[in-house]
């Protein structure tokens, strides 16, 4: 099962607002916040973009107020299309100044994330993570530590996205493995972050996307991909098992 995806940045996104359609400009001029307004601007970009490539519709401005996406009741994202529901799944997340959209076909189950990689306090850890998890961080090296923390917390955000339930949810109920542990521990029977290292250095691995396995406790399993490039941590993960995430590309 494919997955595709787009990045933006702030840089991105237009200064004017005629790629919105007429509620979507209500609904951000009912902003205050500077921020939200910044952070809602970027993420709606970044998502009639992913859907416009997605769907090879053009992708000039008075194209994209044909594209809305609409809260479901869950809150989780769907798409309108020529003021019809679309027939695609999206996920989003923003941080830090970037958006990324995860796009696949209606009917998957689907969540992406974006996480700064930054130390976290033992109390975060205790608090939001199951003994598994805590367990990998326990022998995770001091450098290595701000990521896996990063590239797990990911990870539990992709799978309530994917869930429809994002942070409504115990944070506990979703176990994140990345698979290069799971192997590790099914060999020498304890889990050991170095075959994570070893997957983030290897030849290319900036750019590589790694396996990842989210477990829900009722027995769901969501498979997956991370990748990180500089402080920037990014997991999707889905239901069926998807293929490693496709990146759409803007025409020049």
């Not at 416009?52 to 053009?58: D, I, K, Q, R, S």
């Not at 996307?209 to 402080?231: A, E, K």
Request: glycine content about 6%.
């Amino acid at each position: 099962m494919d997955v595709y995806w787009l990045e933006q940045t702030e840089a991105d996104v237009p200064a004017e607002n005629d790629w919105l359609s007429v509620s979507e400009a209500v609904r951000l001029n009912s902003m205050r916040i500077a921020k939200r307004r910044a952070d809602w601007r970027l993420g709606r970009w970044t998502a009639k973009r992913a859907l416009a490539l997605y769907m090879n519709v053009p992708g000039h401005p008075q194209a994209l107020t044909d594209i809305e996406i609409h809260p479901a009741p869950s809150g989780a994202p769907e798409v309108v299309f020529t003021n019809k529901p679309a027939a695609v799944t999206i996920s989003l997340s923003h941080r830090a100044g970037t958006a990324v959209c995860a796009v696949a076909l209606s009917g998957t189950s689907l969540g992406c994330d974006l996480e700064v990689i930054e130390p976290r306090s033992d109390t975060f850890v205790a608090d939001y993570f199951t003994n598994e998890e805590q367990a990998l961080v326990t022998q995770a090296s001091a450098p290595d530590r701000p990521r896996l923390l990063a590239l797990l917390w990911s990870g539990k955000e992709s799978a309530l996205k994917a869930l429809r339930v994002g942070l409504r949810l115990d944070t506990r109920c979703v176990i994140v493995s990345p698979v290069d542990a799971l192997r590790r521990q099914g060999r020498d029977g304890d889990a050991c972050t170095g075959d994570l290292d070893l997957a983030v250095r290897s030849s290319d691995g900036r750019k590589s996307w790694r396996p990842l396995h989210v477990r829900y406790t009722n027995g769901q399993i969501f498979r997956g991909w991370w990748q990180h490039t500089d402080n920037l941590m990014r997991t999707m993960v889905a239901d069926p098992p998807p293929a490693p995430p496709i990146l759409l590309t803007t025409p020049t």
